[in-house]
């Protein structure tokens, strides 16, 4: 009755605006990256980065940690792994809400886009977060928040169109698939 329709008008103002992702643009400047060879996930000294190394470095970026080793930081003295290259300009993208496998896999094509023309990237990254205190993450197992609630994964694409991809759970969670 009336009581449904005052519910479905509520929901649909105010709910529908709620699930509206947000999405954010910013510009980094003589970034700092390391130097990713496709068919080397370890790395070699002096050559290129391994895939932790990367990993750690997305994460200091992405949570816009300083990357100059100043001791008289307190947040952090994490430097850039070696070797390294300074990217005149680098975009990040950051798209928070509730996002569907299939955009995702929308998302991945339209980077492979970037690859064509002009070809000035070597390399670009997507990466997924579960919300740190989803009830679930991979498979049909709940998820445990227990520390950090560690629930992600990041793709690592390369111009060659070879990509990693890296997965990250927290302890008491299944593997993904």
């Known amino acids: 009755g009336a009581e449904g329709s ?3 008008s509520y929901f649909s103002k105010n709910q529908i605006q709620a699930l509206k992702p947000k999405i954010t643009f910013s510009t ?11 068919n080397d996930l370890q790395g070699k000294p002096e050559e290129s980065c391994g895939t932790e190394e990367l990993f750690e470095w997305l994460g200091a970026v992405l949570n816009q940690v300083s990357l100059d080793n100043k001791s008289s930081s307190f947040l ?31 998302l991945l094509e339209q980077l492979c886009c970037y690859f ?11 990466t997924v977060h579960g919300f740190a205190d989803s009830p679930v ?7 445990g928040f227990h520390k950090g609630g560690e629930n992600l994964y990041n793709f690592v694409i390369f111009r060659n169109l070879d990509y990693w991809l890296q997965m990250a759970v927290g302890a008491h969670d299944d593997c993904p698939p």
């Not at 980094?28 to 496709?38: A, F, H």
């Not at 064509?116 to 997507?126: D, H, I, M, R």
């Not at 993450?137 to 998820?143: A, G, L, N, P, T």
């Open 116 to 126: 064509g023309e002009p070809k000035l990237a070597y390399w670009l990254t997507l």
């Open 6 to 8: 005052t519910l479905m």
């Open 76 to 106: 952090s003295t994490y430097c850039c792994p070696e070797p390294n290259t300074v990217v005149e300009k680098a975009f990040l993208c950051t798209i928070t809400g509730f996002i569907i496998p299939e955009k995702i896999m929308q």
């Open 28 to 38: 980094l400047r003589d970034l700092q990256c390391p130097v990713l060879q496709s």
């Open 137 to 143: 993450s991979w498979r049909e197992s709940e998820h």
